[in-house]
């Protein structure tokens, strides 16, 4: 199994709205990744998961929490969002960490969000 | 900071044809990797060719190749007998040790039958 799945495929929320996207892979791969893509832009890296360790924030909202309850299922919770966090959320994983060979990170098909 | 800079929006190539896609990066590391990675429309993001920074010889992956330049810190693919299916939008990445990776603005490849 070489695949990132993603659930829901779109979400469309309220600003008051609490909602969760989820995230699995079953690869056996110990680093996890939330991204940030909008509209003809390129991904923006948002959390870094190492080992079940929040290891990188790139200074992200509080409304987004991540939660890596296991190494094969990441979270990303959501919170008194804002239109302009409109977007697709994309998740991706690799094996391990560092700067190894074997590191590629695998895509999910992403999760487009949509603010109301 | 690392940037990454793909200076086409967007390029087009006859379906046969050969197209090269442009990538420069700025880093003061001296270990890192350099990747390709492909985004069709609506679908999801693959990785079409990777470089490690510490490798003279350019990575080769069927009709993907690339130039690498590590003094000039450039790091061009090379699509050779384009298909209709290589239509996408290409990014550049590069990642460091700590596993951030910092993505290009994408270039968007158009293939004419």
């Known amino acids: 199994d070489t695949e990132v799945t993603q659930t829901p495929k779109h979400l469309v929320m309220g600003m008051t709205n609490k909602k969760s996207l989820k995230c699995e892979q079953h690869?056996?791969?110990?680093?996890m990744y939330w991204y940030k893509q909008k509209a003809k832009k390129p991904p923006e890296l948002m959390f870094v998961y190492s080992y079940e360790k929040l290891s990188i924030n790139e200074s992200v909202p509080s409304r987004f929490s991540p939660e890596c309850p296991n190494s094969s299922l990441l979270n990303l919770h959501l919170h008194a969002l804002q239109p302009e966090d409109s977007a697709l959320y994309l998740c991706?994983?690799?094996?391990?960490?560092?700067?190894?060979?074997?590191?590629?990170?695998?895509f999910g098909p992403g999760t487009r969000l949509t603010v109301l | 900071a690392q940037t990454v800079t793909q200076s086409q929006p967007e390029m087009s190539v006859q379906e046969a044809e050969t197209v090269t896609l442009s990538c420069t990066y700025d880093t003061s590391e001296s270990d890192y990797y350099l990747f390709w990675y492909k985004q069709p429309p609506s679908r999801q993001m693959i990785l079409v060719i990777r470089q490690e920074a510490y490798k003279q010889q350019n990575a080769t992956e069927n009709r993907f190749s690339v130039n690498f330049q590590k003094a000039a810190k450039s790091f061009s693919l090379k699509i050779s007998d384009s298909q209709l299916g290589d239509a996408a939008m290409y990014f550049c990445?590069?990642?460091?040790?700590?596993?951030?990776?910092?993505f290009g603005a994408g270039t968007r490849l158009t293939v004419k039958p």
């Open positions: 991706a994983s690799s094996q391990g960490w560092g700067l190894a060979g074997d590191n590629e990170q695998f």
């Open positions: 690869m056996g791969h110990r680093a």
């Open positions: 990445a590069y990642r460091r040790n700590n596993n951030d990776m910092r």
